[in-house]
T-cell receptor, first 117, second 110 residues
């Protein structure tokens, strides 16, 4: 079974440009999450989808970040325009959707290393 | 979110057991104790989780103190591939997101 797949693995862009990151979750996983680690900081939650709906987007840093999950399958995270402080590793994770009392384990992708110059 | 405290780094030798401690004195009754690890150039990987009783799986064991204010992740026989950053995370029952701390960087010597 394929794991969580992220594309691209690396992206180098200039300040002010736009970048779109893609995440393909494990098939059948309705929960999809975006996290990121910026230089020297901890891994931080960005947002959580349940199918195509945004369940929690409390971690999104500002309105330059837009996440979508049309059709409830893959997700994209667009940064427009990118700033220097957006550099870091962006992780996607997915998990199965059970009842609200269950902690399902998260499966993470290998991440996208974003460098904004 | 309840906080966990872990040593910044630990070192052990190959084929020896490793005990990774975690303090969580403000844990609440519905908080599960989760452990994830991050190998170099990879995303975090689930290791184990528990609530009150000790837990074992093929990767590790989790020993939880009786008062639940601390726990220990046990790798019974470390290999070089176990070198990673290990995160101890409190996750309220039903909570979806994980809140990562700094973790413990584990180095395994050959």
């Amino acid at each position: 079974e394929a794991g969580v797949t992220q594309f691209p693995s690396h992206s180098v862009i200039e300040k002010g440009q736009t970048v779109t990151l893609r995440c393909d979750p494990i098939s059948g996983h309705d929960n999809l999450y975006w996290y990121r680690r910026v230089m020297g900081k901890e891994i931080k939650f960005l947002l959580h989808f349940v199918k195509e709906s945004k369940q929690d987007e409390s971690g999104m840093p500002n309105n330059r970040f837009l996440a979508e999950r049309t059709g409830g399958t893959y997700s994209t995270l667009k940064v427009q325009p990118a700033e220097l402080e957006d550099s870091g590793v962006y992780f996607c994770a997915s998990s199965q959707l059970r009842d609200r009392h269950t902690n399902e384990k998260l499966f993470f992708g290998s991440g996208t290393q974003l460098s904004v110059l | 979110d309840a906080k966990t405290t872990q040593p910044n780094s630990m070192e052990s030798n190959e084929e020896e057991p490793v005990h990774l401690p975690c303090n969580h004195s403000t844990i609440s009754g519905t908080d599960y104790i989760h452990w994830y690890r991050q190998l170099p150039s990879q995303g975090p990987e689930y290791v184990i989780h528990g609530l009150t009783s000790n837990v074992n799986n093929r990767m590790a064991s989790l020993a939880i103190a009786e008062d639940r204010k601390s726990s220990t992740l046990i790798l019974h026989r470390a290999t070089l591939r176990d070198a990673a950053v290990y995160y101890c995370i409190l996750r309220p029952q039903g909570a979806q997101k994980l809140v990562f701390g700094q973790g413990t960087r584990l180095t395994i010597n050959p």
